[in-house]
């Protein structure tokens, strides 16, 4: 079983950029595939990118792309996902997920969960 937790969320002006990080621990890091979900008040969670074991396959959600990148060290059991040309419809609490299954973009595939770290983007 993985454990993950997630930091870099903050306060940032539209427009500008965050890097988060999801560490893992507790299982091994390189059989996961990996997913950020993000959730704005009142609205369901929602996938944001996805990467493979390796980090050789990404994909992003079209709200995203172009903006966002996800990425991987296997060697530091870390995912990242760099973001950019913030927007306030950005604003939400971002989650870091792992997976054995499938690389998805539907959320029940996932089976662990970071606590989730908060991104504002103010106007």
């Known amino acids: 079983q993985v454990q993950l937790v997630e930091s870099g969320g903050g306060l940032v002006q539209a427009g500008g950029s965050l890097r988060l990080s999801c560490a893992a621990s507790?299982?091994?890091?390189?059989?996961?595939?990996m997913g950020w979900f993000r959730q704005a008040p009142g609205k369901e969670r929602e996938f944001v990118a996805g990467?493979?074991?390796?980090?050789?396959?990404?994909y992003y959600a079209d709200s995203v792309k172009g903006r966002v990148t996800i990425s991987r060290d296997n060697a530091k059991n870390t995912v990242y996902l760099e973001m950019n040309s913030l927007k306030p419809e950005d604003t939400a609490v971002y989650y870091c997920?792992?997976?054995?299954?499938?690389?998805?973009?539907?959320?029940?595939?996932?089976?662990?969960w970071g606590q989730g770290t908060q991104v504002t983007v103010s106007s």
């Open positions: 507790g299982g091994t890091f390189g059989s996961y595939r």
């Open positions: 997920a792992a997976t054995k299954t499938i690389a998805s973009a539907n959320r029940h595939q996932y089976d662990y």
């Open positions: 990467i493979n074991w390796s980090g050789g396959f990404t």
